[in-house]
């Protein structure tokens, strides 16, 4: 059973055009989300968070919206680079009350930019 | 963030065999954990090295298959033991600083067994 879901696993979007990557999550108790990055041959990199109590965290040219009720959250890149190109997994955590960080992970979504 | 530092990058052994996995940080953390990456799947935690006392594992792996090492708080190991070919993935070390810090991870050790 997938608590986490990325539901495309690629898209293509043209350079400069914005890219929405989708993430749904099933289990109520998660309340921090993250998404990573993940070139070929390299480990995933942290790129963003929210917590629960937020619907909208922006860096930069990265903004992850959160819609508690649908249980989804979104990652919009404006303007998307060929730089942007990896894939980007949506990760979730909940409050274990053990102090632990265990993350859950989506499949992840294959972003290509078309320059 | 910290650096990490994971090897082999990758290695094709051979079924029945181990390999082991080391993944050095550039500075202590608090927490080290253990990813696995089977093909076209999301990540999946196996397991916490804490220093000094026996890995926490997640339900579906055990230490007799995957012995893990934390002998301080820079340094850890992961060994796949008698190898068959389900266990071809790419294994990630990570760690995490401190409360409320991400996970970061290592560039993963990607292995094939035959």
């Known amino acids: 059973d997938q608590q986490v879901k990325q539901n495309s696993p690629s898209l293509s979007v043209q350079e400069g055009r914005i890219s929405i990557l989708n993430c749904d999550y099933t289990?109520?108790?998660?309340?921090?989300f993250l998404w990573y990055k993940k070139y070929p041959a390299e480990g995933p990199t942290f790129l963003i968070s929210?917590?629960?109590?937020?619907d909208k965290n922006e860096d930069g040219r990265f903004t992850v919206f959160l819609n508690k009720s649908a249980k989804h959250l979104s990652l919009h890149i404006v303007p998307s680079q060929p730089g942007d190109s990896a894939v980007y997994f949506c990760?979730?955590?909940?409050?274990?009350?053990?102090?632990?960080?265990?993350?859950?992970f989506g499949k992840g979504t294959k972003l290509s930019v078309i320059p | 963030s910290a650096v990490i530092s994971q090897k082999p990058s990758r290695d094709i052994c051979q079924r029945g065999t181990s390999l082991t996995i080391q993944c050095q940080v550039d500075?202590?953390?608090?927490?080290m954990f253990w990813y696995r990456q089977q093909p076209g799947q999301s990540l999946t935690l196996i397991a916490t090295?804490?220093?000094?006392?026996?890995?926490?594992?997640e339900s579906g792996f055990v230490i007799d298959k995957f012995p893990i090492s934390r002998p301080n708080l820079t340094f850890s190991t992961l060994t796949v033991s008698n190898m068959s070919p389900e266990d071809s993935s790419i294994y990630l070390c990570?760690?995490?600083?401190?409360?409320?810090?991400?996970?970061?991870f290592g560039n993963g050790t990607r292995l094939t067994v035959t």
């Open positions: 289990n109520s108790m998660f309340d921090y």
């Open positions: 929210i917590s629960s109590i937020k």
């Open positions: 990570s760690v995490r600083q401190g409360e409320g810090s991400p996970l970061h």
């Open positions: 090295a804490n220093q000094g006392s026996e890995a926490t594992y």
């Open positions: 500075s202590q953390v608090t927490m």
């Open positions: 990760a979730a955590s909940g409050n274990s009350g053990a102090g632990s960080y265990q993350l859950t």
